[in-house]
């Protein structure tokens, strides 16, 4: 089974601050999700990884595949990007894990 | 391009019912999964479809079943329905192990 722990799990910051949420897991993936969701529960894909870094306007994230970590960055953070911030994992075939296996989330405030 | 639509949004249902609840995903998408949110336990994988059949399937009791037509439409279904069964019902639809897109859940109370 495919253990994912994602820190820190409640973040308050500073409009305006970088911001890094990390995100580690116990086995072999074939991929890794960054997801956002929003009070309401509606869930939004940020980014989809087997490798390297990915960025889409103030998101960047990078994945690290031999350490078993992978970090999701949000810069000059703004109000509307608090969320909760939620990692998820695909295990290879045969690693133990059916579908997505996620993490607790990373609940995000940015203040004015 | 239309998203995700699960139906219904909301749903009261008294235990030792059941219930379906329904998934569209986004057109052209064959794979389809289903997962279960709850304050204790966080996002929890149910089962995954592709192309009509059951490719995955989580760590559930036999209560949770479910099925994919072959418009790629799934539905999921709950049987006997207990008090911890209270949750976000979310769905995901992708092209075949790519990026998932989410619908906005079925929030169901038990009571």
């Known amino acids: 089974k495919n253990e994912v722990e994602q820190s820190p799990q409640n973040l308050t910051a500073q409009e305006g601050e970088f911001i890094t949420i990390n995100c580690s897991y116990s086995v072999g993936i074939s991929a890794l999700h960054w997801l956002q969701q929003h009070p309401g529960g509606g869930i939004v894909s940020l980014f989809m990884?087997?490798?390297g870094k990915k960025k889409h306007g103030r998101l960047i994230a990078t994945i690290n595949i031999q350490e078993k970590h992978s970090s999701l960055h949000i810069t000059a953070s703004h109000p509307r990007d608090s969320a909760v911030y939620i990692c998820?994992?695909?295990?290879?075939?045969?690693?133990?894990?059916?579908?997505?296996?996620f993490g607790k989330g990373t609940h995000l405030i940015i203040q004015p | 391009k239309a998203g995700v639509t699960q139906t219904p949004r909301y749903l009261i249902k008294t235990r030792g019912q059941q219930v379906t609840l329904s998934c569209s995903p986004i057109?052209?998408?064959?794979?389809v999964s289903w997962y279960q949110q709850t304050p204790g336990q966080g996002l929890q994988f149910l089962f995954e479809y592709f192309s009509e059949t059951q490719r995955n399937k989580g760590n559930f009791p036999g209560r949770f079943s479910g099925r994919q037509f072959s418009n790629s439409r799934s539905e999921m279904n709950v049987s006997t329905l207990e008090l911890g069964d209270s949750a976000l019902y979310l769905c995901?639809?992708?092209?075949?192990?790519?990026?998932?897109?989410f619908g906005q859940g079925t929030r169901l109370t038990v009571v």
């Open positions: 995901a639809s992708s092209l075949h192990l790519g990026e998932a897109f």
């Open positions: 990884l087997s490798s």
């Open positions: 998820a994992v695909r295990s290879k075939p045969g690693g133990g894990a059916d579908g997505l296996t």
């Open positions: 057109s052209g998408h064959r794979s």
